[in-house]
């Protein structure tokens, strides 16, 4: 079955650096508009997009508040990862790497959570002030 599964999260001083990477399994196809991105969460707010990538275009978003600092990338189309820069205390939050295999998320907005099939478990990222 596929799976996600995260690694790179930590505790950090704002300012600081940290990268996040994310290892998919389980499939052997893509779609066009298969999709994998990065969301975040903190207790008792929704999941909010962090960075996008279309794996077969290279195609990439990113949410405003992380832009110029957050840089996405995938090795291939099953690595993927999240290098976080001047970090700041309100990027403390649980994140997620995402998949949209079925390509659900094409001509409409990428961050839209529910769009996305497979989750991985999470990884605690902390940054204090």
């Known amino acids: 079955q596929v799976q996600l599964v995260e ?3 930590g505790s950090v001083q704002a300012g600081g650096s940290l990268r996040l990477s994310c290892v998919a399994s389980g499939y052997t196809y893509e779609t066009y508009g298969t999709r994998m991105a990065w969301f975040r969460q903190t207790p008792g707010k929704e999941r909010e997009g962090v960075a996008a990538i279309r794996t077969s275009t290279g195609s990439i978003d990113y949410d405003d508040s992380v832009q ?8 291939n189309a099953k690595m993927l990862y999240l290098q976080m820069n001047s970090l ?3 990027d403390t939050a ?3 790497c995402a998949l949209d295999l079925q390509g659900a998320t094409f001509g409409i907005k990428w961050f839209v959570s529910t769009k ?14």
């Open 7 to 9: 690694s790179g999260g």
């Open 68 to 75: 110029g600092r957050f840089t996405i990338s995938q090795d």
């Open 88 to 90: 700041k205390p309100e």
């Open 94 to 96: 649980m994140y997620y």
């Open 116 to 129: 996305y099939q497979y989750w991985g478990q999470g990884t605690q990222v902390t940054v204090s002030s």
